[in-house]
């Protein structure tokens, strides 16, 4: 399975199936093109490596330099899990 | 039993098979799909490393499993190759601020924190590197 990126309601962008390194291209294409708050639903995220943490963490960074906020939501354990072990449950706004 | 072999692509966009293959074992071999995931990241993240650091090398990288002892060994050989070890890449501080962190090191931060034992061999011109990882009951 690959990642499926959808924009659902106005702010809302919808993470689906596997954030790999594979799928590093086209999500970079569409997160570090954000200029505006966005809530990322990742309720059927199923995984996600190091290569999609490290686009999130620089979609974050781009956003936050507009004075903006990307925020997350629907995380499951296994995702949190590694959110935890790299450090950004903390540094990241997770609902 | 013994260990199941495979050769993949030395690119990045081959970790869809190795993702197939490691599957394709959990369901042989009836390993509970609770510890694929970690796998699936322990897997990925060595095999993209090896893709991105090693020099020279086959066209090809063997990725061996096996299961033994409730643990799941994953075994990566690349042939002709200078030595890389991942093993000793420097430490990644989880610490670190959001603004300042460095992007590289993730990885191998996840599989030494999800790795029972994380080893490497280099001998004549081969490089292998085993990790050990426990399965769930």
Redesign the interface.
Known sequence: MTLKITRGDDDVLQLEG?F???QATQAKDVLWKLNKPTRIDMTNLE?I???G??II??A??RL?EQGHELTFFGVNP?VRN?LR????LQ??KIE | MSAQVKHFPRQ??A??PV?EFLEEFFRERGIRPASL??A??VV??LF?NLVRHTVGGHHEITVSLADEDGELVIKFTDRNVEPWDPTKAPP????????S?P?GG??L??VR??AQSFTYEYHEGNSVTTVRMRLSE
């Open positions: 596997r790999d390194a594979a995984y490596s190091s290569a943490i490290g963490v620089q974050t960074r936050r296994s590694v072990l790299t450090g950004l540094l990241l | 990045v966009a970790i869809q993702f995931f970690n699936s990241l990925e993240e993209t990644f501080d989880p610490a670190q601020p959001l603004e962190r992007l993730m990885g931060h996840l924190n999800l």
